[in-house]
């Protein structure tokens, strides 16, 4: 059984950066896909990062330039750093691993506001 637990959403001010880490526990495999997306209120959850074995990543073209997924896979964790950051980038954030089925994190909460 996989498990993902996200960390480090918060409150910033626009402009700003935050670190979004996923820890996954159970049977990870390095060619396992993970990647990020994003809920905002009243909108679809939407792909914002993907990376995949190999270093292959993938990006929402909203955040290009701006946001940039990393996988340690010694430590089964993905980050996503997220600079520059827009109050249209305000949603819960959820980490997915893909192997056969898509496994969930809980989400983390991202509020940027003056």
């Known amino acids: 059984q996989v498990q993902l637990v996200e960390s480090g959403g918060g409150l910033v001010q626009p402009g700003g950066s935050l670190r979004l880490s996923c820890a996954a526990s159970g049977s990870i495999g390095r060619s396992m896909p993970m990647g990020w997306y994003r809920q905002a209120p009243g909108k679809e959850r939407e792909l914002v990062a993907t990376?995949?074995?190999?270093?292959?990543?993938k990006y929402a073209d909203s955040v290009k330039g701006r946001f940039t997924i990393s996988r340690d896979y010694a430590k089964n964790t993905v980050y996503l750093q997220m600079n520059s950051l827009k109050a249209e980038d305000t949603a819960v954030y959820y980490c997915?691993?893909?192997?056969?089925?898509?496994?969930w994190g809980q989400g983390t909460q991202v509020t940027v506001s003056s």
């Open positions: 990376i995949a074995w190999g270093e292959i990543t």
């Open positions: 997915k691993l893909s192997h056969y089925v898509d496994y």
